[in-house]
């Protein structure tokens, strides 16, 4: 087994070298146009994936050239057995890995850290690390598409891309990646066989749950797709300004403030709705929007959101270590110093990362979870102007409307009016959850502040409610309703929801790691965390969902029937069908050809002796 390690190792060693030195020449090129440390998670995204395509370009050379008759018998007719060969390949590609990925980005980071005057938080190890372990997962992901007998086995990507694939912690985004080559790695080892077939009931349940992932995904995405650009070549798209819904979402979305605070008023039942609006000017509104629906959650291995900001000549960047601001001279890389939330002269630590947001008239302001920071003053520290405790979070709207604030929040929005001595705040609670939210308008006349509400940023989702809701903040301090208007659905039920009919089950698993991982998103007041799966859905999707589910489970009746499973097995396939509706069904598929049907009278009848 260590011999066969070795072996491989001299063979890429070449290869491996010069493909960390290139890894390394690139790191510092890209770092000369802008810092590498700094930039946002959807560029880390991309270089992740290009290097993770490389890794399951390795993994497809490699084993392409052992799948040929004679070099697979020669690999496999050892006196080994097939997983001691497997576990030296496996060795060596790791190695292989560590040494081209994870070996070139720790040197570069550990010579930003100590030979320049860049700070490097200690989470961006983790995150070469992670790196390293997702590369590893493509090359195991290559491995399986090369020995796995189907050419749909390219399925299997969407596993690592389900698991891997989320902004939490790097303690947490580590376990997801180590548990996903473990599951890629018993799927290879469940065909690294001389005639790459799978056997046994473990074998055969994990990689039919990989395919009907696969499947499930592949659908969703395809189907919605080809859905979409079927009606924008008819013209009769949603979106499209001739077939726009009179009175749905996408028109009201595409009103200015004033006018969509005009609509929001139109049926009312309140008297004075018709003198608000024929005095009602567009100066006068002004819009607040969710400015933030996800904050980086601590020790982050990549960048969410505005991690630096320039102020005059000195850049200040955010560090998870200290919590604090780092400030370095943009011209001669001095340092300035740490700023925090007592300001820069006596600097103390935030809660979180905070999200730089600007106000309808300029100025940012600083938000994190918990708190809301008013623009520095002169002597340079933020004010804090919004605590909150508990699951209340602040959701980065800031609107200043004559002397009054108003502050967002995913329950409530605060109106701070500093024309009252003292200064009084009216709390207008959310009328809808904050993930529906859209925008927010609002606006002062004689009786007091109007804010109008629109909902519908999960209409697309399966959220049926999206009304627009205006209230009226009177000069007494209570808060009435005044208008209320549904909003028309611009899409049909089975798109809306479309991720579930095909498969409720599939839906759930697929849904599960982003409800049980802390990812920093913002999350709808007093709503548990398992709320995305307990939405109503309306009767024809219910129909659709019971018609897939019987029509999956009717074909895999037909299909088994001339496959070689035992009764048992046709009985769970079917069952499986039932449950897990078309992607298990297509897995079905794929895992079980039918074999053919012997043909009668095929050669002549032998002569009577």
Known sequence: ???????????????????????????????????????????????????????????????????????????????????????ALVLAGLAIVALAVALPLFVFLAAQDHLSGNAVDSRFYAGAAWLALTTFGAWLSGAYIMLQRSRWAFLVLALPFLLTMHLATGGTMLALALASDSLLLALVHSVFRPDRQVRGAGAGLLNAAALQIGFYLLLLVAGSMAW??????????PNNNRSVLQGGLVETRRL??????????????????????????????????????????????????????????????????????????????ADRGWFGTGGAGAPGAFDAQPEQVRANVGGDWLADPHNLYAPSGRDGKPQRMLHLDGKEQVAGGIGILARSTLMLTNRRLLILDESAAPARVASI??????????RVQAARVADGTLVSFLAGNRQTDGVAATPQVVYLAGLDGQVREVARRELGHDFPPLFEHRDWWPSPLLHAVT?????????????????????????????????????????????????????????????????????????????????????????????????AV
């Not at 650009?229 to 008819?234: E, I, K, Q, R, T």
């Not at 609670?429 to 859209?438: N, T």
């Open 1 to 87: 087994m260590l011999e066969l390690t070795l072996s491989e190792l001299r063979r890429f060693r070449k290869g491996a070298a010069i493909y960390a030195l290139a890894s390394l020449v690139v790191l510092v090129l890209l770092n000369q146009i802008g810092d590498i440390t700094i930039l946002p998670h959807e560029v880390h995204l991309i270089m992740t994936l290009v290097v993770a395509l490389s890794g399951m370009g390795l993994a497809l050379y490699q084993f392409g050239t052992y799948r040929q008759n004679s070099r697979w018998i020669w690999l496999l007719h050892r006196p080994l057995h097939r997983a001691r060969i497997l576990a």
């Open 228 to 237: 979409q650009v079927g009606l924008m070549f008819a013209g009769a798209h």
């Open 256 to 333: 200015g403030a004033h006018d969509a605070m005009l609509a929001g008023l139109a049926g009312s039942s309140d008297p004075r709705a018709a003198g608000w609006r024929a005095g009602l000017q567009a100066r006068d509104v002004v819009e607040i929007k969710p400015r933030v629906r996800q904050y980086a959650v601590r020790d982050l291995p990549t960048n969410r959101g505005r991690i630096a900001f320039v102020e005059g000549e000195t850049q200040w960047t955010f560090l998870h270590d200290r919590m604090m601001y780092r400030g370095v001279q943009t011209r001669t890389l």
């Open 429 to 438: 609670p959310l009328p809808v959850a904050f993930g529906d939210l859209v």
């Open 511 to 607: 849904a599960l790691p982003d409800l049980l991982i802390d990812n920093g998103a913002v999350p709808d007041a007093d709503a548990g965390r398992f709320a995305p799966l307990q939405r109503a859905r309306p009767p024809v999707v219910w129909a659709a969902a019971l018609l897939a589910a019987l029509a999956s489970s009717l074909a895999a009746i037909w299909w088994t029937r001339r496959t070689s499973l035992p009764p048992r097995a046709r009985l769970a396939w079917c069952l499986a069908c039932l449950l897990l509706g078309c992607p298990a069904l297509l897995s079905l598929m794929v895992l079980q050809p039918r074999v053919r049907a012997p043909l009668a009278h095929a050669l002549p009848a032998a002569p």
